[in-house]
Protein backbone atom coordinates (compact mmCIF):
# COMPACT_ATOMS: atom_id res chain seq x y z
CA UNK A 1 0.00 0.00 0.00
CA UNK A 2 1.02 3.54 -0.81
CA UNK A 3 0.90 5.96 1.77
CA UNK A 4 -0.59 9.43 0.75
CA UNK A 5 -1.85 8.05 -2.30
CA UNK A 6 -2.06 11.03 -5.14
CA UNK A 7 -4.56 10.73 -7.78
CA UNK A 8 -3.80 11.84 -11.38
CA UNK A 9 -5.67 15.21 -10.72
CA UNK A 10 -3.51 15.82 -7.81
CA UNK A 11 -0.77 16.22 -10.55
CA UNK A 12 -2.53 18.90 -12.17
CA UNK A 13 -1.59 21.65 -9.41
CA UNK A 14 1.94 19.63 -9.05
CA UNK A 15 4.93 21.27 -10.60
CA UNK A 16 7.38 18.81 -12.57
CA UNK A 17 10.29 19.04 -10.24
CA UNK A 18 7.73 18.08 -7.88
CA UNK A 19 6.37 14.98 -9.69
CA UNK A 20 9.92 13.82 -10.19
CA UNK A 21 10.67 14.04 -6.07
CA UNK A 22 7.86 11.51 -6.05
CA UNK A 23 8.94 7.57 -4.70
CA UNK A 24 9.02 5.04 -7.20
CA UNK A 25 6.30 3.25 -5.68
CA UNK A 26 4.02 6.75 -6.36
CA UNK A 27 5.40 7.05 -9.90
CA UNK A 28 4.63 3.58 -10.88
CA UNK A 29 1.03 3.77 -9.53
CA UNK A 30 0.55 7.26 -10.90
CA UNK A 31 1.86 5.85 -13.94
CA UNK A 32 -0.61 2.93 -14.33
CA UNK A 33 -3.30 4.82 -13.70
CA UNK A 34 -2.59 7.29 -16.35
CA UNK A 35 -1.98 4.23 -18.56
CA UNK A 36 -5.06 2.47 -17.95
CA UNK A 37 -7.26 5.88 -18.65
CA UNK A 38 -5.06 6.63 -22.06
CA UNK A 39 -6.39 3.10 -22.93
CA UNK A 40 -10.22 3.79 -21.33
CA UNK A 41 -9.84 6.62 -23.63
CA UNK A 42 -8.35 5.36 -26.76
CA UNK A 43 -11.20 2.37 -26.13
CA UNK A 44 -13.87 4.97 -26.16
CA UNK A 45 -12.35 7.04 -29.20
CA UNK A 46 -12.35 3.97 -31.53
CA UNK A 47 -15.81 2.89 -30.43
CA UNK A 48 -16.81 6.30 -30.95
CA UNK A 49 -14.71 6.77 -34.38
CA UNK A 50 -16.70 3.04 -35.77
CA UNK A 51 -19.95 4.91 -35.11
CA UNK A 52 -19.51 8.17 -36.67
CA UNK A 53 -18.22 5.58 -39.84
CA UNK A 54 -21.02 3.72 -39.92
CA UNK A 55 -23.14 6.83 -39.80
CA UNK A 56 -21.22 8.69 -42.46
CA UNK A 57 -19.41 5.98 -43.97
CA UNK A 58 -21.63 5.82 -47.43
CA UNK A 59 -22.78 9.24 -48.05
CA UNK A 60 -19.16 10.09 -48.01
CA UNK A 61 -18.15 7.33 -50.46
CA UNK A 62 -21.18 8.90 -52.51
CA UNK A 63 -20.34 12.37 -52.04
CA UNK A 64 -16.61 11.55 -53.13
CA UNK A 65 -18.03 9.03 -56.28
CA UNK A 66 -20.11 12.71 -57.56
CA UNK A 67 -17.00 14.61 -57.40
CA UNK A 68 -15.34 11.85 -59.35
CA UNK A 69 -13.24 10.80 -56.30
CA UNK A 70 -11.42 7.39 -55.41
CA UNK A 71 -9.67 9.16 -52.21
CA UNK A 72 -9.37 12.42 -50.70
CA UNK A 73 -11.14 15.31 -48.75
CA UNK A 74 -14.69 15.88 -49.60
CA UNK A 75 -17.46 17.92 -46.95
CA UNK A 76 -20.98 17.78 -46.71
CA UNK A 77 -23.63 18.95 -44.59
CA UNK A 78 -26.27 17.43 -41.67
CA UNK A 79 -28.05 20.22 -40.55
CA UNK A 80 -26.02 22.45 -38.89
CA UNK A 81 -22.63 20.44 -39.13
CA UNK A 82 -20.34 20.46 -41.81
CA UNK A 83 -19.00 16.71 -41.86
CA UNK A 84 -15.23 16.50 -43.43
CA UNK A 85 -14.78 13.09 -44.47
CA UNK A 86 -11.07 12.19 -45.66
CA UNK A 87 -10.16 8.79 -47.24
CA UNK A 88 -6.22 9.32 -46.92
CA UNK A 89 -4.06 7.87 -50.11
CA UNK A 90 -1.85 4.98 -49.69
CA UNK A 91 0.16 3.83 -52.26
CA UNK A 92 3.22 0.71 -51.33
CA UNK A 93 5.38 0.47 -54.20
CA UNK A 94 7.39 -3.26 -54.70
CA UNK A 95 10.77 -2.74 -53.91
CA UNK A 96 11.60 -5.24 -55.92
CA UNK A 97 9.98 -4.14 -59.34
CA UNK A 98 11.56 -0.71 -58.67
CA UNK A 99 15.01 -1.94 -58.39
CA UNK A 100 14.62 -3.77 -61.70
CA UNK A 101 12.88 -0.10 -63.38
CA UNK A 102 15.98 1.83 -62.21
CA UNK A 103 18.68 -0.71 -63.59
CA UNK A 104 16.51 -0.73 -66.45
CA UNK A 105 16.37 3.50 -67.21
CA UNK A 106 20.48 3.23 -65.97
CA UNK A 107 21.22 0.46 -68.53
CA UNK A 108 19.46 2.69 -71.58
CA UNK A 109 21.55 6.05 -70.36
CA UNK A 110 19.14 7.61 -68.06
CA UNK A 111 18.94 9.01 -64.33
CA UNK A 112 16.84 6.68 -62.68
CA UNK A 113 16.99 9.86 -59.92
CA UNK A 114 15.09 11.75 -62.06
CA UNK A 115 12.11 9.24 -61.81
CA UNK A 116 12.55 7.45 -58.53
CA UNK A 117 13.66 8.36 -54.95
CA UNK A 118 16.75 5.84 -54.34
CA UNK A 119 18.09 5.21 -50.20
CA UNK A 120 20.02 2.48 -48.72
CA UNK A 121 19.84 1.57 -45.47
CA UNK A 122 21.47 -0.85 -43.22
CA UNK A 123 19.49 -3.08 -40.91
CA UNK A 124 21.59 -2.43 -36.85
CA UNK A 125 21.52 -5.76 -36.16
CA UNK A 126 23.47 -6.77 -39.93
CA UNK A 127 25.82 -4.09 -39.00
CA UNK A 128 26.58 -5.66 -35.64
CA UNK A 129 27.42 -8.45 -37.06
CA UNK A 130 29.96 -7.38 -39.48
CA UNK A 131 33.54 -8.41 -39.13
CA UNK A 132 35.66 -5.15 -37.63
CA UNK A 133 37.44 -3.98 -40.76
CA UNK A 134 33.83 -3.88 -42.85
CA UNK A 135 32.36 -1.49 -39.64
CA UNK A 136 35.39 0.41 -40.04
CA UNK A 137 34.79 1.23 -43.84
CA UNK A 138 31.26 1.95 -43.33
CA UNK A 139 31.33 4.56 -39.89
CA UNK A 140 31.43 7.41 -41.90
CA UNK A 141 28.63 7.00 -43.13
CA UNK A 142 26.63 6.14 -40.05
CA UNK A 143 24.80 8.38 -37.31
CA UNK A 144 23.65 7.66 -34.22
CA UNK A 145 20.93 9.58 -32.58
CA UNK A 146 18.65 8.64 -29.65
CA UNK A 147 15.05 8.94 -29.67
CA UNK A 148 12.38 10.21 -27.21
CA UNK A 149 13.39 8.43 -23.66
CA UNK A 150 10.41 5.76 -22.67
CA UNK A 151 9.93 3.99 -19.04
CA UNK A 152 8.09 1.58 -17.85
CA UNK A 153 7.17 0.20 -14.08
CA UNK A 154 6.84 -2.73 -12.76
CA UNK A 155 5.29 -2.73 -8.85
CA UNK A 156 7.35 -5.39 -6.99
CA UNK A 157 4.54 -7.64 -4.73
CA UNK A 158 5.84 -8.34 -1.01
CA UNK A 159 5.98 -11.77 0.01
CA UNK A 160 4.61 -11.94 3.37
CA UNK A 161 4.67 -15.06 5.62
Request: with cysteine.
Given at each position: M???????????????????A???????????????????????????????????????????????????????????????????K????????????????????????????????????????????I??????A????????????????????
Amino acid sequence: MIPNRLSLDDLRTMQIREIAALSAEQLASLHDDAAGQLRAAKTLCDWLNGAIALKYGDRATEARRAEGKDTGTIRFEDGAVTVIADLPKRVDWDQTKLAALAESIKADGGDPAEYVDISFDVAERKYSAWPAHIRTAFEGARTVRTGKPRFRFSLNEEVTK
